[in-house]
C-alpha cells in the first residue's frame, strides 16, 4: 500500500485508505484490504524490529519482509500495523495470498508475544447475526459451514461430520436451510451489499473488497462484538504457566516451583474415538504444528492423557482428559500463543462448544 508520511493513529490510518482507495492501492492486483487481528505480549515491538524492516507512522508500524512470486523473483511485501485495543493488533495490508503466507504467517508461527486472534465458533454466529440484522438486503454468495454437534442440532444423520462449502445468490437462505437440517455452522462467509462487500472466517481474517467508509465501519462494529471474549482467552492463557519463585526462609535463599494449570471443559461428553481423531487432525493440519508424545488412553469411561509439544515455539504441558474436561499442566517455556493455538486446535477438531479457563495456582513448597 502507498500511505503518505504521517502520525496516524488506527481510525486515522484506514480514513487515509477508504479516503483515497485508488491511491493508496495502486499497483495491487485484486484491490483488496485485508486485515488480522494479533493477540500481543510484552515484546511485539521488538520481535518485529529483529525480523522486519519496520517504520513508524505514529502509533502505526510498517513493517516490511520478503517473498518470491511466481517466478521466483524476490519481492517486498509491506504491512501496516496498528493498536485496536490493549493487547489487541490490527494488521492491515494489500499483499497477496502468497506474500502473506511467506511474510505475514511467520510473524506469529515462532513468536511468545504474538497470536493470531481467534474467532470462537459462538462469536462468529454472533457477528453473522449482527450483518444480517443491520442490512435487511444484504446477501450471502458464499459460506463454507462444518459440523458442530455441541452447538446445533442436525436432523439428517447427526452422526455424520460434514464440512460444506456454497456458492450461490440464495446463499443466505441456504446458510440457514443447511444448518437446521445438517446441524452445520459457518466458518467463513462471503457478504455482498450495493455499499458492502467483505468476507470474514474464525481465523480472524477480514477481507474488504469494497474500500469505503461503510466497510470499514462493519468491520469496527463486528470486532466490538468478540473483542472481550478474545481478550478473556488470553488472559487465561496467560496465567497457564510454570515458573520458580526465590523465597528467603531465614538466611536462606529457596527456588520454589509455582504452577498455575489450565482446564478445557466440554460442552459435550468426549469420546476416544474422537480423542484418536483431534490427535490425528492436529498432526495433518497445515496451519497446526503439535506433536503428542507418551500417549496413554483408555475406552469406556475415558481416560487419556499426553505430553504435548508445540514444535514451532518450543512450548512443552501435558494434557489429561475424561469425558467432560481437559486439564492442561505447563512443563516449559509454556508461551500464551501456544496455548491459544492448543485451545483453537480443540474447538475446530473437537468440540465446538469447549471454553478454556484457569483451574488452579499451586506451590510446591
Known amino acids: 500500500m502507498h500511505i503518505p508520511e504521517g502520525q496516524y493513529n488506527l481510525k486515522e490510518f484506514c480514513r487515509v485508505i477508504f479516503d483515497s482507495p485508488e491511491r493508496v492501492l495502486k499497483g495491487y492486483h485484486g484491490q483488496r484490504i485485508k486485515t488480522y487481528l494479533y493477540l500481543s505480549d510484552d515484546g511485539w515491538r521488538d520481535y518485529l524490529e529483529e525480523h522486519y524492516e519496520t517504520e513508524e507512522f505514529g502509533s502505526i508500524t510498517k513493517f516490511v519482509g520478503e517473498y518470491r512470486n511466481r517466478k521466483g523473483a524476490e519481492q517486498p511485501a509491506k504491512f501496516y500495523v496498528g493498536q485496536y485495543q490493549d493487547d489487541l493488533r490490527m494488521v492491515v495490508t494489500a499483499e497477496t495470498e502468497e506474500a502473506i503466507r511467506q511474510a505475514l504467517r511467520p510473524v506469529s508461527e515462532h513468536s511468545d508475544c504474538l497470536s493470531p486472534m481467534p474467532i470462537m465458533t459462538g462469536d462468529f454466529q454472533t457477528m453473522n447475526e449482527i450483518v444480517l440484522s443491520t442490512y435487511d438486503d444484504m446477501r450471502i454468495s458464499e459460506f463454507k459451514s ?36 445438517y446441524g452445520v455452522v459457518p466458518t467463513r462467509i462471503q457478504y455482498e451489499h450495493e455499499n458492502v462487500s467483505i468476507r470474514i472466517d474464525t481465523s480472524g481474517k477480514f477481507t474488504l473488497e469494497t474500500i469505503n467508509k461503510e466497510s470499514f465501519n462493519v468491520l469496527f462494529e463486528l470486532l466490538s462484538e468478540v473483542v472481550v471474549n478474545v481478550l478473556e482467552l488470553r488472559d487465561v492463557a496467560n496465567q497457564i504457566n510454570f515458573e520458580k519463585q526465590e523465597v528467603a ?81 505447563p512443563k516449559h517455556d509454556c508461551s500464551f500463543p501456544s496455548l491459544i493455538e492448543f485451545y483453537l486446535a480443540v474447538i475446530r477438531l473437537l468440540d465446538g462448544g469447549a471454553e478454556m479457563r484457569l483451574y488452579e495456582s499451586q506451590s510446591a513448597a
Open 146 to 181: 462444518q459440523r458442530v454437534p455441541s452447538l446445533v442440532d442436525a436432523r439428517t444423520r447427526p452422526d455424520v461430520d460434514r464440512e460444506i462449502e456454497y456458492k450461490g445468490i440464495d446463499g443466505r437462505d441456504r446458510l440457514n436451510e443447511f444448518q437446521e437440517e
Open 249 to 329: 526462609p531465614g538466611n536462606l535463599k529457596v527456588q520454589v516451583p509455582e504452577m498455575s494449570s489450565g482446564e478445557i471443559d466440554f460442552n459435550q461428553q468426549v469420546t476416544l474415538m474422537q480423542t484418536e481423531d483431534f490427535i490425528r487432525g492436529s498432526k495433518n493440519s497445515d496451519d497446526l504444528n503439535f506433536s503428542f508424545t507418551d500417549v496413554t488412553k483408555q475406552a469406556g469411561s475415558l481416560d487419556f492423557s499426553a505430553q504435548v509439544t508445540d514444535e514451532n515455539r518450543g512450548s512443552l504441558f501435558n494434557v489429561s482428559a475424561t469425558e467432560e474436561s481437559m486439564r492442561i499442566v
